[in-house]
């Protein structure tokens, strides 16, 4: 992947050279092997720190609402993160004029606690990516495994690995991953099979774990409001107790309010550290959103409307009946 880097390096250090941006989004390396964070390159010389590897999975997205005091800032997307973009588009929180978009097509991301499981014992050193395949250094010395076999269980599922919108593409894009219905909502349909009542008994037990740390909520591009209701003092939505009741009424008021919006990222159950599946929550309301209005996908077309953004006449209702 170090090709790929040069490539976003260049990209980066031109533009900011013929000053087309001020700012420059991407991804670097930190302290250990798994950290590969959001990097913020506002002179061509700091181009160099900027890193394309199997673990540049954050979605810089949300940062572009925090940019106003540059006049044009140019971001690196994959395909998720360019559906966000559209999401930020659609909701008119974004101009579009004021971001260049760099398309990297993208074969998934590894997840960092499948390869500690697979190496037990050992200290992984460094973990990059060979084609198909991981090259793993470990106390011992370089092993190689397959790459598909640790991706993020999110990357498993990807559609659009291919920016869907962009200004530039970086590298040539790859082949999407074919990915069943069944495979799509494989969790969902396992966890509608469970009676209501262990079904409510289920959840409840996933949100007694949530420290409401709002980091689901801070890393979503869907959850975009200038002000958040759960940020308002008066009226005050929110208790400052770790109350069921309160932690129940963030995570539905949330979970409704991107309804029809979610892109399926999965960016808020990988950043939760209370590790609820989120993205199961989520991905029910989609699949009930295909049933009842037809099947959508969000964030791929920036003028359209999400199901629960417009009525038809033909939508099922019944409220309107005298």
């Known amino acids: 992947m170090r090709e790929y880097s040069e490539k976003m390096q260049k990209i980066a250090s031109d533009a900011l050279e013929k000053k087309e941006v001020s700012l420059v989004i991407g991804w670097r390396k930190k302290d250990f092997w798994w950290q590969s964070p959001v990097a913020f390159v506002d002179d061509a010389a700091q181009a160099r720190q900027l890193v394309w590897d199997p673990f540049t999975v954050n979605n810089p997205i949300k940062y572009l609402l925090d940019q106003d005091c540059h006049e044009k800032t140019g971001v690196f997307v994959k395909g998720c993160d360019s559906r966000g973009i559209n999401r930020l588009l659609q909701d008119r929180r974004l101009e579009r004029d004021r971001v260049v978009l760099y398309g990297v097509p993208c074969d998934g991301k590894v997840?960092?606690?499948?390869?500690k499981k697979a190496f037990p014992g050992q200290k992984i050193k460094q973990v990059a990516a060979a084609g198909d395949q991981l090259?793993?250094?470990?106390?011992?010395?370089?092993?190689?495994?397959?790459?598909?076999e640790y991706l993020l269980d999110k990357c498993q599922s990807c559609r659009y690995p291919n920016p869907v919108v962009y200004d530039r593409l970086a590298w040539e894009e790859v082949a999407p991953r074919q990915v069943s219905e069944e495979?799509?909502?494989?969790?969902?349909?396992?966890?509608e099979q469970i009676d209501v009542d262990e079904r409510f008994a289920y959840w409840s037990r996933q949100f007694e774990r949530c420290i409401r740390c709002f980091a689901c909520r801070n890393v979503c591009p869907a959850c975009n409001c200038v002000t958040c209701i759960f940020d308002q003092a008066e009226p005050r939505w929110l208790g400052k107790a770790s109350d069921m009741g309160d932690t129940l009424n963030y995570q539905m008021i949330r979970a409704f309010h991107v309804a029809g919006r979610c892109f399926e990222c999965g960016e808020c159950e990988r950043i939760c550290p209370a590790g609820i599946p989120l993205l199961d929550l989520h991905r029910k309301i989609i699949k009930d959103l295909n049933g009842y209005y037809g099947e959508y996908d969000a964030g791929l077309n920036p003028e359209d409307n999400p199901p629960l953004g417009i009525y038809r006449g033909e939508d099922p209702a019944g409220f309107d009946e005298s």
């Open 111 to 115: 997840d960092a606690a499948k390869l």
């Open 135 to 148: 090259s793993v250094t470990v106390d011992g010395g370089d092993e190689s495994v397959p790459a598909k």
């Open 183 to 191: 495979s799509r909502f494989s969790r969902v349909a396992d966890l």
